[in-house]
Structures are given as C-alpha cells and as structure tokens.
C-alpha cells in the first residue's frame, strides 16, 4: 500500500481536530483583549467574553418569554398533577397531625414563631371583625330586633289582656324608639362588641388541640380541601402576571449571567455542552479526513 495515499486523510484529520478544538477554545479564550503596540489582534477577547451582555440580554429575553412565561407557568401551577400533590400534601399532613396533642397555635409556631403567630391572629381578628361588623351593619339589626320584639309583646297574653289600653301609634312609637336605640348601640359599640367576641373565639380555636379539631371539623374535610384548592387557583389566576411583572424574569436572568465569572459561565457551558463540542472537534477531523483523501486525486 502506497503510505503517500494515507498521509493526505491523516494531515488533514489531524488539522480539523486542531483547527476546531481551537475555535472551540477561542470562544472563551483569552479571557481579555491582546493589544500590541496599542492594536488589538482579532478575536480577542473570546466570543464569549466579549459578548456576554449580549449573550444575557438574549438569553433573559428568550426564557423570560418562551420558557417560564405566564402562560407556561399557569399551566403547570394550575394542572392537575399540580392539584393532585397539593391535595396529596394536605392528606398528608391531616395524617401526621389528627391525633397529635399540639394545639393549632403550637403547630403555627412551629411553622413560623411566637411572634408572627400572634400577628397572623391579631390580623384574622381585625378583618374578621371588620368583615363582620360591616355585614351587622347592612342587616339592619334594629329593625329586625324591633319587629321581633313586637312579635313578642304582641303573642304574650298579659299583654293581650291589655292590648285595649295601648294603641297601634304607641306601639309603632315603642317599635321606632326600639329601633333607634339597638342601631345607636350597634353602630356605637357594635364593633368593640364583635371584636372582643371574634378574640375570644379565635385565641380558644387556637388552643384546641389537632386531634380535638379533627374531631370536630373531620368530616369537613374535604369541603375545606376543596376551598384551599379554589382559593390556590384563584391567587394564581389573580396575581401570577403580576409576580411575573415583579420579578422581571428577562432581567433576572440578564443580571445573573453577566454577574458570572468568565471561567465560572465556561465551566456552566462546558459541563451542559462538552458531548456535543467534543463532537464538533471529531467532526472537525472527519471532514479533514475527507478533504485529505479527496486531495490525493488533485
């Protein structure tokens, strides 16, 4: 065999693999511009470093709209697989806690401290009583609790005996006077009244034991599943664009990239892409290996 017609193939094997490890290289190296006598020489720096902006700019705007945009992460936050962990998760925690001594309040320290515990019911108290409060106040309580009261005097025999002495402008007068005064009361000292009641309650929730709330409320359940999950999906649907805004997921990554070291960004590209750079260097030899045999017949 005639060894001039493999030193072609091999030549040009050798300088593909060359060649291409070294482009391969040069997208990183040198880390800084080469100047001599004032002139930088080309392809210095590195495509890489001396396109990084760029490069982050790019890649902020390509996952911020492609990859994690709203539309993305509504369908995996409100898919039912999502909907079957958080479901799964409840279960869970219903199981390690129904028959657990700890009270409510135990379990929210627990989960956050002292302090915030007492914020959290300090807040449920305040809206709660404001809530309720406002519904009191629509309702009218004085007229209701006037035409009760009438109701009342007007069934009562001792007053059916004497019902002759009183008459129906009277009555309406007492009705009136009635009504007046529970309504001064209620819009007066109603909300005092409610607030005292919604803390009192709410400190002697908190003190009930896990086991004696599951008890109590256990067959409820699967109402209150069913509640948390509406009130998941309607805090995604509300505000998931409004996070996504907040975050400025685009800028983010833009600011991540271009605050990574040089040799940190080519260790991150080499360790997701090193199979296939290292088949573009033997692809490199391949071809050179072609061209090279190609050439024995020029």
Not at 62 to 67: M, R
Not at 180 to 205: A, P
Request: a negative charge.
């Amino acid at each position: 065999m005639d060894l001039h017609f493999l030193i072609g193939p091999l030549v040009g094997a050798v300088i593909g693999l060359i060649t291409n490890g070294i482009a391969i290289r040069m997208l990183f190296r040198p880390l800084k511009p080469v100047k001599i006598l004032g002139w930088t020489l080309p392809f210095t720096p590195g495509i890489i470093p001396k396109e990084k902006p760029r490069i982050a700019k790019s890649v902020g705007a390509v996952i911020g709209s492609t990859l994690v945009n709203e539309e993305v992460l509504s369908r995996g936050l409100l898919s039912q697989e999502m909907d079957d962990k958080i479901n799964s998760y409840i279960d869970h925690k219903i199981e390690a806690y129904k028959d657990s001594p700890m009270t409510i309040r135990e379990v929210i320290i627990h989960y956050t401290d002292e302090e915030k515990t007492e914020a959290l019911a300090n807040t449920t108290t305040e809206k709660a009583t404001a809530l309720l409060y406002r519904k009191v106040c629509q309702m009218d309580v004085g007229d209701m609790v006037a035409d009760a009261a009438m109701d009342e005097i007007k069934n009562n025999s001792l007053f059916s005996a004497f019902s002759f002495m009183v008459s129906d402008n009277t009555m309406i007068g007492i009705r009136e006077k009635l009504k007046d005064t529970v309504n001064n009361m209620v819009f007066e000292r109603g909300e005092e009244m409610i607030g005292n009641l919604v803390d009192r309650e709410s400190h002697e929730i908190l003190d009930y034991s896990m086991a004696e709330l599951y008890d109590r409320f256990g067959s409820s359940v699967p109402k209150v599943k069913e509640s948390l999950l509406k009130a998941y999906h309607n805090l995604v649907e509300n505000n998931l664009s409004k996070a996504l805004i907040a975050l400025d997921i685009p800028q983010l990554v833009e600011d991540q990239i271009n605050g990574f070291d040089v040799l940190e960004m080519e260790k991150i590209i080499l360790s997701i892409m090193k199979k296939e750079l290292n088949a573009i260097i033997w692809l490199g030899g391949l071809l050179g290996m072609i061209m090279g045999f190609i050439m024995n017949f020029f």
